[in-house]
């Protein structure tokens, strides 16, 4: 089996746990206004890798993860390509790998086949990493394309299990950066017992000129950073201070 990926990172700090090697996926349902990676919205635009392949080249770096590093996927969305992720991580937990998915939830179901699939998946994964992208389920369709109905599901499965998860919410003015919607969404999170961190991520424009560069017009192309001020907002009120697990 092989899966298309975009892009791989030897040393990444801020996608998991000590030093990560990255896979970046291709493929993503999602149509975010302020996605700054439009390159990885099609699969088949990705290179194909064996897990044998990947590997080879992620335990190169193996000697600079020390206790808590390992591999996160990310994208894209790794969902997308489900089976191949599973061989992946099942193939990484033989190793003793620490194992990492950085996923919006937008492939997410509990129907059928899929369902029995991500469970699997779950037995070889030690964290996830979940966009909240929109707290309201209207602006949830503006903002992403898509419904958040299924990734609400997600968490609340991923609770259910017990699965460690870290949250990160973009802050974007004008959509996200209000404080009722804030609210909200700091109430939804106190409804999970499996939270381990939770983040702020300001919006910026750094992607526009892949938008220029493939053609695609930019949504979001006269709109400014949150201020300081703004982010230290969005930080008190989702409490992000409380949830220190993940610095013991």
């Known amino acids: 089996?092989?899966?298309?990926?975009?892009?791989?990172?030897?040393?990444?700090?801020a996608d998991g746990p000590g030093s990560r090697f990255i896979i970046f996926f291709s493929g993503c349902p999602l149509r975010c206004l302020y996605c700054h990676n439009p390159d990885?919205?099609?699969?088949?635009?990705?290179?194909?890798?064996?897990?044998?392949?990947?590997?080879?080249?992620?335990?190169?770096?193996?000697?600079?993860?020390?206790?808590?590093?390992g591999i996160t996927v990310s994208g894209g969305e790794p969902l997308f390509q489900l089976d191949f992720l599973i061989e992946l991580l099942t193939e990484c937990k033989k190793r003793g790998i620490n194992t990492c998915i950085d996923t919006s939830g937008a492939c997410f179901t509990k129907e059928g086949e899929w369902f029995t699939k991500f469970q699997k998946l779950?037995?070889?994964t030690d964290l996830l990493l979940m966009d909240i992208k929109h707290i309201n389920e209207e602006e949830h369709i503006k903002l992403t394309g898509q419904s958040g109905k299924n990734i609400r599901e997600m968490f609340a499965y991923l609770d259910e299990i017990k699965k460690p998860i870290w949250i990160r919410h973009v802050l974007v003015p004008g959509i996200t950066d209000n404080d009722e919607y804030l609210t909200q969404t700091r109430d939804f999170i106190r409804t999970l017992h499996n939270v381990e961190r939770v983040e702020i991520l300001p919006y910026h424009g750094l992607g526009?000129?892949?938008?220029?560069?493939?053609?695609i017009d930019y949504p979001l192309k006269d709109l400014d950073s949150p201020t300081v001020e703004r982010v230290k907002n969005a930080k008190e009120i989702l409490e992000c201070e409380k949830y220190t697990k993940w610095q013991e």
Do not use: P
Not at 1 to 13: A, R
């Open 1 to 13: 089996m092989k899966g298309y990926i975009h892009q791989l990172e030897s040393f990444g700090c």
């Open 40 to 69: 990885t919205w099609k699969m088949t635009d990705g290179t194909q890798y064996t897990v044998e392949e990947l590997l080879k080249e992620a335990e190169t770096c193996r000697a600079y993860w020390g206790k808590k590093g």
């Open 122 to 124: 779950m037995e070889v």
């Open 208 to 215: 526009a000129m892949k938008y220029k560069d493939l053609g």
